[in-house]
């Protein structure tokens, strides 16, 4: 059983700062890409940021120059650093990563997801 936890979300003001961070841990044998998703009210879910196991990134243009994701493989943990962060940005964020499941070889492959975190930007 593999699961991810996300932490860091609340409420900032405009031109504030958050970092989220999602943690999966179960019998993990590598993991593959890296994302965050946001969901506003009312709204489709959109993906925000990603990053492959080799460290490539993309961003939503929306939030290109403001955020920044990263990832820790050691920790099985990826971040979304958030700056200049505006009301727009308010949202319900989540991770998800592509998962091997295993222990001594993989098993399985599936894509996991948090259980979201909300942010919000208001004055």
């Known amino acids: 059983q593999v699961q991810l936890v996300e932490s860091g979300g609340g409420l900032v003001q405009p031109g504030g700062s958050l970092r989220l961070s999602c943690v999966a841990s179960?019998?993990?044998?590598?993991?593959?890409?890296m994302g965050w998703y946001r969901q506003a009210a009312g709204k489709e879910r959109v993906l925000v940021a990603a990053?492959?196991?080799?460290?490539?990134?993309n961003y939503e243009d929306s939030v290109k120059g403001r955020f920044t994701i990263s990832r820790d493989n050691a920790k099985n943990t990826v971040y979304l650093q958030m700056n200049s962060l505006k009301p727009e940005d308010t949202a319900v964020y989540s991770c998800s990563m592509g998962i091997y499941s295993g222990i001594k070889y993989p098993s399985t492959f599936a894509n996991y997801w948090g259980q979201g975190t909300q942010v919000t930007v208001s004055s």
């Open positions: 179960g019998r993990i044998f590598s993991i593959n890409a």
């Open positions: 990053i492959t196991s080799g460290g490539t990134t």
